[in-house]
């Protein structure tokens, strides 16, 4: 796969679909490589006239890491001490402003999941003129009292290392809990596309710096307010992860934000969801024109 530049860094990257067509960059989750996008899904966006874009962050996948940097202090940022946050959310949106500089793509439709959706965010707070379209899934704002954990998931957080098939039944088994309520779980489908991602990279070290990024990265609510980017804003109803109040607070905060709720959707990209999540992300895109 190829390359860019950005930010000082190289971010692997690749792209599908008619390049004259309208980018669509696709933005993964905390520890997500981009093949956390299925090709299945990235092929339903192609299919409706996009030029699509999925990358790997830094320190994750095939992109540059920084093992070089001290390991962060969860604790200690959690209790306000953010001295050892490696970088921030802003860091990972200027990430993406590179890739679009890289592939000089002046404007782009922006989808983000989770970490991805918040990383979104602050672009459009950042770089407005850069957006024709934002989608932010299951993903918050940034305001600790909104888009709560619940204990399960949390549990999930910081599980001790093992061999390649620990990992991915320890993969599967979160994946599950992660599912929610209403959809179902292949867990054959499941253990192939973690397989997969181990091979291609395993950097845990990688993600507990995203992590720290996360918690140590301010409250965008006010900084939402003055975004007039085409934004929908997409939850599941059962997210145990990130639950649904994060994304209620998204849709508030942005002004004539389209909130979209999927009934019994946890904090996965579950295939049974996929029709809907193309179809409000066609429909936002729309809107920009």
């Not at 190289?10 to 679909?17: K, S, T």
């Not at 001490?81 to 890739?99: H, I």
């Not at 098939?165 to 779980?185: C, D, K």
Request: glycine share 10%; proline share 6%; aromatic share 4%.
């Amino acid at each position: 796969m190829p390359r860019v530049l950005s930010n000082g860094l190289e971010l692997e990257y690749d792209a599908a679909g008619d390049p004259a067509d309208p980018a669509l960059v696709l933005v993964m989750g905390l520890g997500a490589q981009l093949t956390g996008w299925d090709d299945r899904l990235r092929d339903l966006f192609v299919a409706q006239g996009f030029h699509v874009i999925r990358f790997d962050h830094r320190d994750i996948g095939l992109s540059t890491g920084l093992d070089h940097l001290p390991m962060p202090d969860l604790g200690a940022i959690v209790s306000g001490d953010l001295s050892s946050a490696p970088y921030l959310v802003a860091d990972l949106a200027d990430d993406l402003l590179g890739l679009l500089d890289g592939l000089r793509i002046e404007r782009a439709h922006v989808v983000g999941v989770s970490m991805g959706g918040m990383i979104t965010q602050q672009l459009a707070i950042t770089h407005p003129e850069r957006l024709l379209s934002l989608c932010s899934i299951m993903s918050t704002t940034g305001d600790r009292s909104v888009g709560q954990v619940t204990p399960e998931a949390l549990a999930t957080f910081g599980q001790p290392p093992g061999d390649r098939a620990a990992i991915v039944e320890r993969s599967i088994a979160n994946s599950r809990l992660m599912s929610g309520t209403s959809f179902p779980f292949d867990e054959e489908d499941a253990r192939a596309k973690y397989g997969a991602a181990y091979d291609r990279s395993y950097r845990p070290l990688g993600s507990l710096r995203q992590t720290a990024a996360v918690l140590a990265s301010p409250d965008r609510t006010e900084a939402l307010r003055g975004v007039r980017v085409p934004t929908v804003v997409i939850h599941g109803s059962a997210d145990p992860l990130v639950d649904r109040s994060g994304g209620e607070a998204t849709a508030a905060a942005i002004p004539d934000a389209e909130l979209l709720i999927i009934e019994g959707l946890g904090h996965r990209l579950s295939p049974e969801a996929w029709p809907a999540i193309v179809d409000a992300v066609v429909r936002n895109a729309k809107r920009a024109a």
